[in-house]
């Protein structure tokens, strides 16, 4: 014999080998593919997904607030940034400085009727 047909011949079993070997796994494969399988049913549910993130907000409208009269605040009756209306107080200021204008108003009053 030549040398090429030992190795056709060689290559043939070698060949013949492995797919009679390949045939065997995919039984052994489709008979435990055959049995039960658990079922899994998804839940369907809302979620919320949060997300922080770094940002600088803005007003669209700036308005700077003064006082008509002068005096000190006494207490501060909204919040920062939150909504007021037209009217709505905002500050409560000390009275002391009035209490004194009025008492000297009054004095001179008294003053200018004696006279």
Known sequence: M?????????????TGLISFASCKGKNQQTAEASGKH???HPIVTDTTYLTEYVAEIN???????????????QQILVDEGSYVKEGQILFKL????FQEELLKA??????????
């Not at 030549?2 to 070698?14: D, G, H, Q, Y």
């Not at 007003?59 to 605040?73: A, K, M, T």
């Not at 009054?106 to 006279?115: I, R, V």
Request: aromatic share 6%; no cysteine.
């Open 59 to 73: 007003s669209v409208q700036n308005i700077e607030i003064r006082s008509r009269v002068r005096g000190y605040i």
């Open 94 to 97: 000390s009275s002391r400085i």
């Open 38 to 40: 658990k079922v899994i």
């Open 2 to 14: 030549s040398k090429i047909p030992n190795v056709i011949w060689k290559t043939l079993l070698f």
């Open 106 to 115: 009054k004095s001179q009053l008294k003053s200018a009727e004696a006279e």
